[in-house]
């Protein structure tokens, strides 16, 4: 068992393509963020290496409309975790630059998140998520 969970939770009203893009993006941040959840390099029996994985799983969670994830962002953001956004508009945007500039645009209230991913303690986790259903 880990002391930290990762967990991403999803609007589940978007396409499966965006559910997947989101998905990656903020998975991406956890790397980034936690170099010390990287894991080592696979390497085969005939010595080819492969890039490594985070050395625990993300469990997805479901949100069925935007007020439980906002709930769920809240609730993150009381506990003190680590938390990623990605918001509505970010699936118009084409470079890093328009995506912090789009960021940027409004206050953490009036962000039209469909996803966050947060990291912590894994009771801190479980409570901030409490409610919601892993993801089908």
């Known amino acids: 068992m880990h ?7 999803l609007l589940d009203d978007l396409k499966t393509w965006q559910k997947l893009n989101v998905t990656a993006f903020l998975a991406s941040a956890i790397a980034i963020e936690f170099p010390q959840l990287h894991g080592a390099k696979l390497v085969t029996a005939d010595e080819h290496a492969f890039l490594p994985f985070l050395k625990q ?5 479901r949100a069925d409309a935007s007020d439980q994830l906002q709930r769920a962002f809240n609730r993150a953001r009381e506990r003190d975790l680590a938390i990623g956004i990605y918001t509505r508009p970010l699936f118009d945007t084409a470079t890093e630059s328009d995506n912090l500039l789009e960021i940027a645009n409004s206050n953490v209230d009036q962000q039209d998140m469909v996803g966050i991913v947060v ?9 901030a998520l ?7």
Not at 3 to 9: D, H, L, P, R, S
Not at 119 to 127: A, E, I, M, P, T
């Open 3 to 9: 002391e930290t969970k990762i967990a991403i939770v």
């Open 57 to 61: 799983p993300m469990l997805i969670y």
């Open 130 to 136: 409490d409610g919601l259903k892993l993801h089908e």
């Open 119 to 127: 990291c912590g303690d894994s009771k801190k986790v479980g409570k």
